[in-house]
């Protein structure tokens, strides 16, 4: 598809790749193509949105009126945080699908149909988006009802939902067929991580359908009223669920990428599974943290919601941010690549983007995005941190920062793997996920500072000092400077990304094979288990000496300590900031 690609196909329409040996199919390797490219595409434009979203706020530059600022900020939000987002954990579902059980994908037609579906409703979105004038107002993400938006806003995001649903479709046909085949064969992990996201996925999509498609009846005029609180409810089902789906799907990309690129092993399959089965029954719960500070819902609702149950997801993502670690420490020691505490991971390919951007994704999402979750997830703390520039700040540590560098990690290695080009850039390939990772991760942590310690609004073009009062705005003023430089230059480690997977595919050479990853691989073969995320049958012949836990795992363990610790003493202090938020006494 596209005459982009290299590769050419055996008569049955497979190939082997060279790099990961997986039997790719034509069938799904289109597919992949066409998501992965339609992602790319609206990174561009919620990219080119961002620039006046955050030269908006950063008030020296103040951009847009504010009439045009909640309208660029909801294009942002939906190109960026769901079309750039969901095009691309399709494309993820058929390479943890397809392209790993070396299958072709069942019922290639319903993925195009479901694409076709899916780009209308966004095309459709866009429009209402753009095109919306008072009564309407501009959605935003979150298009709280009764603030009226346009009708074609909720046919589109009807249209889209509905699309991404059928989508997954033809991946849950593949491993049926899979199963059918081979009921006692268990699925690679990279499968099952797949598979699981697919649940929580549609889980998520059919509670968005149930929200949407009343709202949109409302907004025709179907249905005469509809009530605030249950609109809220409801819309976080989606609104938190399309979160867990990036979640999952980062996850999975973690667990295929360190393998590939970085020689990471499965520490132990069990716990691995056992973390996806976690977060198939409690992730869910984390809904309710948006709801924390809502006066429609009860305080035993509260309390049930962030009770011991919500820790369940908690200790889920733990588990795989440190079984991923470990699996690449013991990968990599077996393979001769460790020594001393840290020696497996300095001598890892940090110059290859794949890797880098792969490895920074873990570390920033633990660090910045998952232990802010955490806190402001919980009753008491969520106080010091609700509707101010601080919720931005978190999930632009999670979603801007983590997963959409997992994302370009993976698509370095799509435009390597799936289209058979060369990166194009040389050292600017090698520098941007430092860029992008390292600015994001800055003007997250900045928006937090904005939020925690001066309590500055989200979704306000300006910062308004309150009239009458004598508190100011203004000694945040040095935050939102930091703020504003590394926004410029976050954006500009954006758009290298996309000029570099655009260049590849246009200009780039033929990618011939990775003379690393070959040895890696010589290495790997040296009496080993074979490859976890290939479809060969395993060959588990109970426990050799040589097994990834006979490794030693102490450099992921000290990196465990220091998490930890981090954890301990941030939420040490937000509990002391909230302590001082009110004066007692006259
Ligand atoms: C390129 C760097 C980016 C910059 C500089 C940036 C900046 C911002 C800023 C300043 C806000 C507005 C905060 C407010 O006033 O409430 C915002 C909102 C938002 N951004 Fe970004 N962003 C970037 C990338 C991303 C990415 C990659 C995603 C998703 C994957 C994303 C998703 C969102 C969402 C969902 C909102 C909230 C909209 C709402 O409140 O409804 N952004 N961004
Ligand atoms: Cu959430």
Redesign the pocket.
């Known amino acids: 598809m596209f005459g982009f690609s290299t590769y050419e196909y055996d008569d049955d329409g497979f190939r082997t790749c060279g790099v990961t040996s997986l039997r790719i199919h034509e069938s799904a390797e289109d597919m992949v193509k066409l998501y992965g490219l339609t992602a790319i595409v609206a ?1 561009l434009v ?2 080119i949105f ?2 006046f ?2 030269l ?3 008030e020296l530059v103040g951009l847009l009126s504010p009439s045009d ?1 909640y309208r660029y ?2 294009v ?3 190109y ?3 079309f ?2 969901v095009f691309m954990e399709i494309a993820i579902l058929y390479v943890g699908g397809s392209f790993v059980l070396g299958r072709r994908l069942a019922l290639q037609w319903l993925s195009k149909v479901a694409y076709a579906v899916m780009v209308v409703g966004a095309l459709v979105i866009t429009y209402g988006t753009w095109t919306q004038e008072v009564p309407n107002q501009a ?4 298009s709280y009802a009764p603030l009226p938006s346009p009708a074609s806003f909720y046919l589109g995001v009807d249209l889209f939902l509905l699309g991404a649903l059928v989508a997954a479709v033809p991946f849950l046909a593949t491993v049926w067929r899979e199963k059918r085949e081979h009921p006692s064969k268990t699925l690679p992990l990279v499968t099952f991580g797949a598979f699981v996201t697919s649940i929580v996925a549609a889980e998520a999509i059919v509670g968005g359908l149930i929200t949407y498609v009343p709202t949109l009846f409302w907004r025709i005029g179907w249905i005469a009223h509809i009530d605030a609180a249950w609109y809220r409810q409801m819309y976080w089902i989606i609104g938190h669920g399309s979160q867990q789906i ?1 979640l999952l799907a980062m996850i999975t990309v973690w667990y295929f990428m360190t393998h590939v690129v970085g020689g990471a092993e499965v520490a132990s399959e069990k716990v691995s599974r056992f973390a996806f089965v976690l977060y198939l029954f409690f992730i869910n719960m984390g809904a309710a943290h948006h709801l924390m500070s809502d006066p429609a819902v009860g305080l035993g609702w509260r309390l049930w919601n962030t009770s011991y149950a919500a820790y369940g997801a908690v200790v889920a993502s733990m588990i795989h941010a440190f079984a991923i670690p470990a699996g690449l420490e013991a990968g990599r020691r077996r393979k001769g690549k460790g020594g001393g505490l840290f020696g497996w991971l300095w001598s890892a390919p940090w110059k290859d983007p794949g890797f880098s951007a792969t490895i920074l994704s873990i570390i920033l999402f633990g660090f910045l995005g998952g232990i802010t979750g955490v806190m402001m997830g919980q009753m008491q703390l969520n106080m010091t941190w609700h509707n101010t ?1 601080a ?2 700040g978190h ?2 540590a999670t ?3 983590g ?2 560098l997992a994302f370009m990690g993976l698509g370095y290695y799509v435009i390597r793997l799936v289209f058979g080009r060369e990166w194009v850039g040389g050292v600017l390939a090698t520098v941007q996920p430092y860029i ?1 990772g390292g ?2 991760g800055i ?1 997250a942590l900045m ?1 937090m500072y904005l939020g925690v310690l001066f309590g500055v ?5 300006t910062v308004m000092n309150i009239p009458g009062t004598e508190f100011s705005f203004e000694p945040a003023a040095p935050f939102f400077a930091v ?1 504003g430089v ?3 230059l ?2 500009l ?2 758009a290298l990304f996309v000029a570099i997977a655009v260049g590849s595919l246009l200009v780039g050479g033929e990618f011939t094979g990775d003379a690393r990853i070959a040895a890696l691989r010589a290495a790997a073969d040296g009496g080993e288990r074979g490859a976890r995320t290939s479809s060969e049958p395993r060959s588990d012949g109970g426990e050799q000496a040589d097994t990834p836990h006979h490794q030693s795992m102490r450099g992921t363990f000290v990196f465990t300590l220091v998490f930890l610790a981090t954890f301990v003493v941030l939420w040490a202090l937000n509990w002391l900031l909230l302590s001082q938020v009110w004066q007692v006494g006259p």
């Open positions: 990174l919620g990219g961002a620039i979203v955050a908006t706020r950063w600022f900020l909801s942002h939000a939906w960026l945080l769901i750039w987002m959605p935003l993400l979150t990036n520039l919720v931005p999930f632009h979603v801007a920062t997963t959409t992008y600015a994001m003007v928006m609004p989200r979704r306000h073009p703020f590394t926004a410029v976050a954006i480690g954006g």
